[in-house]
Antibody
Framework: ELQLVESGGGLVQPGGSLRLSCAAS????????MHWVRQSPGKGLVWVSR????????TYADSVKGRFTISRDNAKNTLYLQMSSLRAEDTAVYYC?????????????WGQGTLVTVSS | QSVLTQPPSVSAAPGQKVTISCSGS????????VSWYQQLPGSAPKLLIYDNNKRPSGIPDRFSGSKSGTSAILGITGLQTGDEADYYCGAWDGSLSSVVFGGGTKLTVL
């Protein structure tokens, strides 16, 4: 069974850092581009970042560029999101999501999400 | 503000049909495929429609999608109380080089 399981969320103070993980199983992780999408409480979905299957190329939303870093360890079947200089507006549930083929603009599988709360 | 525009809410009675619209521009819907997601309360989004009108395995044919120009529509027939959820449209945006979503539409089955 295909699974994406996020972890690493929690409460962090403004200006702090956090690293999210997304453990993949049930498919050949190294063959797929992966994304992070977030959802602030009571709000809609917002795309955050994308990484190619081999990790050679990454893209970020303007709102997180320079503060967040997406990466992956294909040997560990794990996707990461390193978040720094966190702001209150980064408070959200963070989902990792898979695209079914390189360059596709939709997500066929999503994790259950991990909540990040930025507050003093 | 979301790049794609959806109505905040729609409602219909059980067994009836409802449509949800999604409006964008040439940089997204006009030149790229549209996808739709269902988000049940407290759950992660789930893919309903991809490439404008295709259904993943396991999605009933009560759900359909269409696209015309810079707009798309999600249709749901034979409404069930279990269809109560938030629905989001999405598309690649070539100008932003990112996936963009609508603000979501809350479906109430009366």
């Amino acid at each position: 069974e295909l699974q994406l399981v996020e972890s690493g969320g929690g409460l962090v103070q403004p200006g702090g850092s956090l690293r999210l993980s997304c453990a993949a199983s049930g498919f050949t992780f190294s063959s797929y581009w992966m994304h992070w999408v977030r959802q602030s409480p009571g709000k809609g979905l917002v795309w955050v970042s994308r990484i190619t299957s081999d990790g050679s190329s990454t893209t970020y939303a303007d709102s997180v560029k320079g503060r967040f870093t997406i990466s992956r360890d294909n040997a560990k079947n794990t996707l990461y999101l390193q978040m720094s200089s966190l702001r209150a507006e980064d408070t959200a549930v963070y989902y990792c999501a898979r695209v079914p083929a390189a360059g596709k603009g939709y997500f066929d599988y999503w994790g259950q999400g991990t909540l990040v709360t930025v507050s003093s | 503000q979301s790049v794609l525009t959806q109505p905040p809410s729609v409602s219909a009675a059980p067994g009836q049909k409802v449509t949800i619209s999604c409006s964008g521009s040439n940089s997204n819907i006009g030149n790229n495929y549209v996808s739709w997601y269902q988000q049940l309360p407290g759950s992660a989004p789930k893919l309903l429609i991809y490439d404008n009108n295709k259904r993943p395995s396991g999605i009933p044919d009560r759900f359909s999608g269409s696209k015309s120009g810079t707009s798309a529509i999600l249709g749901i027939t034979g409404l069930q109380t279990g269809d109560e959820a938030d629905y989001y449209c999405g598309a690649w945006d070539g100008s932003l080089s990112s996936v963009v979503f609508g603000g979501g539409t809350k479906l109430t089955v009366l």
